[in-house]
């Protein structure tokens, strides 16, 4: 019986069907061979988006009346952000939205972010944590503008080691004092291999994977 939930479930068969989920033989940008790619920009074009959406929510929800604001870093932040938000705000009407520039804006209203002002406790919404350089940059970002990041929410936790011996996840919440939550992890996609035939031969190739750059 598969311990995965049913958003958990609807997300990795969206992931599959619109291939933002990869199995075979990829070079990442760190260097290390996956047997796995996860591109979430491709999870915009199923038809089961809402159930994508419905899937970050649901990490969340415990939470939300807990923060004051969302922030999406460009560019898929930006949009799952929004989307996200979107849903988020029927249960916590004053949540604000914010999102950042790849590039500051030196016309019209200007400047680095857009929407609402970094303030209060903010959640960080993200496509995935690989080594967790993007999230550093984000959390320093809010800081500079006084706000509190407490929350990472992520589509895919990769569980891989950071700058050290800990994962990206364990860096960050020892650094930075963030909790960090995903839709899905690497954990869950072995169990997804392992529960389903067509991606069993899998399995070991993603646990051999997990031994060797996890922790």
Request: net charge negative.
């Amino acid at each position: 019986m598969s311990k995965l939930t049913s958003e958990q479930m609807n997300f990795i068969n969206a992931a599959v069907e619109t291939q933002a989920l990869m199995f075979g033989e990829f070079t990442l940008k760190s260097g290390r061979i996956s047997p796995y790619f996860f591109n979430a920009s491709r999870l915009l074009s199923s038809v089961n988006l809402t159930k994508i959406i419905d899937a970050f929510v649901a990490v969340v929800k415990d939470k939300i009346l807990d923060f004051d604001q969302l922030f999406g870093p460009a560019y898929k932040g930006t949009i799952f952000g929004s989307m996200i938000g979107l849903q988020l705000k029927t249960l916590h009407p004053d949540l604000q939205l914010s999102f950042d520039r790849k590039e500051v804006k030196n016309h019209g209203e200007g400047g680095h972010i857009i929407g609402a002002d970094p303030k209060g406790k903010v959640i960080i919404i993200d496509d995935v944590l690989s080594a967790g350089t993007a999230a550093k940059a984000s959390i320093k970002l809010l800081q500079h503008h006084n706000a509190e990041p407490k929350m990472l929410l992520v589509g895919l936790d990769r569980q891989e080691k950071g700058s050290g011996e800990l994962s990206a996840k364990e860096e960050l919440q020892a650094a930075y004092n963030i909790e960090v939550r995903s839709v899905i992890c690497l954990d869950d996609l072995i169990e997804f291999t392992s529960t389903n035939v067509e991606f069993k031969p899998w399995e070991n190739q993603l646990t051999d994977y997990r031994h060797m750059w996890g922790t």
